[in-house]
């Protein structure tokens, strides 16, 4: 078993071909709150990865979780990381549309990722795989979903911006294409936030 990555939240172990996710205990919490934060936290991220199973989602399998050791055990997804790949040429087109039926299918279920970026979406053999959703809730709200969107904009703009806006721009395409229903309100609340962020920044 080997260390691959560590983050605020989590350490992830690699062995063979499954992801041991262990989340940290943070000392400045209390030990009570600590505990029932990481173990609701743990509970979530299992139960939005079995409901991505159920609806057959493309995001790693749930193998196992305990609620004790704040554990999630999962299949480990092979591929590269889209941020490395996007800008080869004109691959973002392909990459792009993936991504905007992606999140629409997440929406449309009313599961939000609360991390879109590029190094959490796999190019694997079958197609883009989205990966972490330790941030992931459950939520039919507009604002939740807009803000989603909002947190993907702003991720390829600082990390792709040679290829923004154009990226975005067909990530919304496929998006409204796949969640026909609702991305009209979402995309209008989306407009709202992307202003209110832009002001925070001036």
């Keep these: 078993m080997i ?10 172990y690699k062995d063979n071909n ?5 989340r940290l205990s943070k000392a400045y919490r209390l030990k009570e709150i600590d505990e029932s934060l990481r173990k609701f936290r743990t509970r979530r991220e299992a139960k939005i990865l079995g409901r991505l199973e159920e609806v057959n989602f493309p995001a790693p399998h749930l193998q196992s979780f305990c609620d004790k050791r704040m554990e999630i055990v999962m299949d480990f997804v092979a591929g590269n990381k889209l941020r490395d790949v ?3 040429g ?5 990459f792009a549309k993936q991504i905007g039926e992606r999140v629409g299918v997440l929406h449309q279920k009313d599961i939000i990722h609360g991390d879109l970026t590029t190094s959490n979406m796999i190019v694997s053999d079958s197609g883009l795989k989205l990966i972490d959703f330790g941030l992931s809730s459950f ?23 040679e290829i923004y806006p154009a990226v975005f721009d067909n990530v919304l395409e496929s998006y409204k294409e796949t969640y026909r229903e609702g991305a009209e309100l979402v995309l209008k609340r989306f407009e709202q936030v992307r202003m209110r962020g832009r002001n925070k920044i001036k």
Excluded: M, N, P
């Design 3 to 12: 260390k691959i990555a560590q983050g605020a939240e989590a350490v992830i």
């Design 86 to 88: 996007i800008e080869e």
């Design 18 to 22: 499954k992801i041991i996710k262990e």
């Design 90 to 94: 004109d691959a973002y087109q392909k």
């Design 139 to 161: 939520s039919d709200r507009v604002e939740d979903k807009a803000v989603d969107l909002f947190l993907l904009d702003r991720a390829l703009e600082s990390k792709h911006y």
